[in-house]
């Protein structure tokens, strides 16, 4: 072997072994905020940061009249995150009360509105909620064709951003991958909550990991108010995921569970967090 030959292989084996994450990327696990506190207020970070293991918030965009619409507003709760060390991967909450996507010219500055809130932020995932009656019927053209058309436009706009749309919906998985893929951007993914899907189409949320794989930019876990391996749980959290790590997901986890005080939060996320690394192991 060239002694170059050798130096170079010599480094790529130095790099890999100091560097082992690029195998197995650090787990990344969050919590929403409306799960967190029970009032908006930037204390939430303060809130994240006592519980061990949890490196990121995902905000509300409108919750009991915070609107980080309000540039000022925004800035407030990214300077707390700082101040906090804490995240802030994702935003949700897009919508008030009343607004629909099938209203596409008013759901379009909705979705730019977010998109300004996200690059404040500095947030690469806007959760969008499509939940009945706001959800196009995926058996009629006339109800998503501009609900594609609109994510269509918004693609490149999400992507000029840096910022990614993820759709969760009321939709089986197999409509999601429909939406999804008619919309064709690699900007507009899917924000999977396993949850949900069984809430709406019972016995498909497992299955449907699977199905989308390749479209799914976060997720949501939760059990309500129970740990998620407490019975009962419409999810068996151990085969979801261990499915997400077969599928190599490699983003988020946002724990979605509530809570009934500071300290009963505290509890359940630790343990939460633990069986989580147990599962994934």
């Known amino acids: 072997m060239l002694r170059r030959e050798f130096l170079l292989t010599s480094a790529a084996a130095s790099l890999a072994y100091l560097t082992p994450e690029l195998d ?3 787990l990344k696990v969050g919590h929403r905020q409306t799960q967190l506190v029970k009032a908006p207020g930037p204390e939430v970070f303060q809130v994240a940061k006592s519980i061990p293991g949890i490196s990121g918030v995902e ?3 409108i919750w009991k009249g ?5 540039h000022a507003i925004a800035l407030e709760y990214k300077r707390e995150a700082y101040r906090w060390a804490m ?3 994702s935003i949700s909450g897009v919508w008030r009360p009343g607004e629909l996507i099938t209203d596409t010219v008013h759901a379009e500055q909705v979705l730019l509105n977010a998109l300004g ?3 404040i932020l500095g947030a690469s995932v806007i959760l969008v909620a499509l ?3 706001n959800c196009p019927k995926m058996d009629d053209e006339a109800s998503y064709g501009p609900v594609v058309q609109l994510l269509k436009k918004m693609g490149p706009r999400a992507a000029d951003a840096g910022v990614t749309f993820g759709l969760e919906t009321s939709l089986a998985p197999a409509d999601d991958k429909k939406l999804i893929t008619l919309v064709d951007h690699p900007n507009v993914r899917v924000y999977y909550d396993a949850r949900n899907v069984e809430k709406y189409h019972p016995g498909q949320s497992l299955a449907g990991i699977d199905l989308l794989a390749p479209y799914i930019v976060q997720v949501h ?3 309500e108010d129970r740990l998620l391996n407490q019975a009962p749980s419409a999810v068996d959290w151990t085969a979801a995921l261990k499915a997400y790590k077969r599928i190599h997901y490699s983003g988020w986890y ?10 009963q939060c505290i509890d359940a996320t630790e343990k939460n967090l633990a069986f989580i690394r147990a599962t994934l192991a």
Do not use: I, R
């Open 66 to 70: 915070h609107d980080l619409t309000d």
């Open 254 to 263: 946002f724990l979605e569970t509530e809570h009934t005080s500071a300290q």
């Open 221 to 223: 876990l939760k059990n």
């Open 87 to 89: 995240e802030l991967p």
């Open 59 to 61: 905000l509300q965009v």
């Open 117 to 119: 809130v996200a690059q």
């Open 24 to 26: 197995a990327p650090p």
């Open 131 to 133: 939940f009945e009656p």
